[in-house]
């Protein structure tokens, strides 16, 4: 797995058992994070940067057990050993992308707010329509390929009579078939406090 300065996709915490299979034997590790692409593992067997290895988890009661192949990345002598998935089916890696934008969404920064209106390129072409929205960024539902780190510039109605809010985003993950979740980056302040306002209205209400 990455270093958080290069990670290519996001990461949450995690709490379940990682079956490791390699040459000499199995064992069994707690998985600390869970990310699309790889695993932290709090344990004490003391694998060597570049290690191959076969895994199997589930990350949770009611997914089904994942099955991967990974490398070791790097040791960690206080957190243990980051592997990186070299070798994962699509499905397997979606589902692992679903469970954590299920608990982004449990635990993020900024409260949000229900936002059905369409985005759009800032040259007026369709991404998709958005889903929520915060004073941090929204999650926007397309089928438009757009890469993680990727920034946009976007356009979008936060009512009928108010004028369109342009921001620049970044997209921060993306998730098959869901869309996207983007980060503001640049917005004027007036904007900003419009959209805070936004979400507080509708927390209240």
């Given amino acids: 797995m990455e270093k958080a300065h290069q990670r290519k996709f996001p990461r949450v915490e995690a709490d379940f058992t990682v079956e490791c299979k390699l040459e000499n034997g199995v064992y069994r590790a707690r998985a600390l994070t869970l990310g699309g692409g790889g695993l932290l593992l709090g344990t004490a067997q003391q694998f060597s940067p570049g290690t191959e290895l076969s895994i199997n988890f589930r990350p949770a009661k009611h997914l089904p057990v994942i099955s991967a192949h990974a490398r070791v990345c790097y040791l960690d002598p206080e957190q243990g050993a980051g592997l990186e998935f070299t070798e994962i089916a ?26 059905p209106t369409q985005v759009v390129h800032d040259g007026g072409s369709l991404i998709g329509f958005s889903k929520d929205i915060s004073a941090g960024g929204m999650f926007i539902e397309t089928t438009e390929r757009l890469a993680m780190g990727s920034k946009l510039k976007v356009l979008f109605h936060l009512d009928e ?6 921001a620049t985003a970044e997209v921060m993950y993306s998730v098959l078939k869901l869309g996207v979740g983007v980060r503001f980056l640049e917005m004027s302040p007036e904007n900003q406090t419009r959209i805070e306002a936004y979400v507080a209205e509708a927390s209240s209400g």
């Fill in 90 to 115: 699509p499905e397997h890696r979606e589902i692992i992308l679903r469970l954590i934008h299920h608990r982004m969404a449990e635990k993020r920064r900024f409260p949000r707010a229900p936002l």
């Fill in 161 to 166: 009579s108010g004028s369109a809010i342009a």
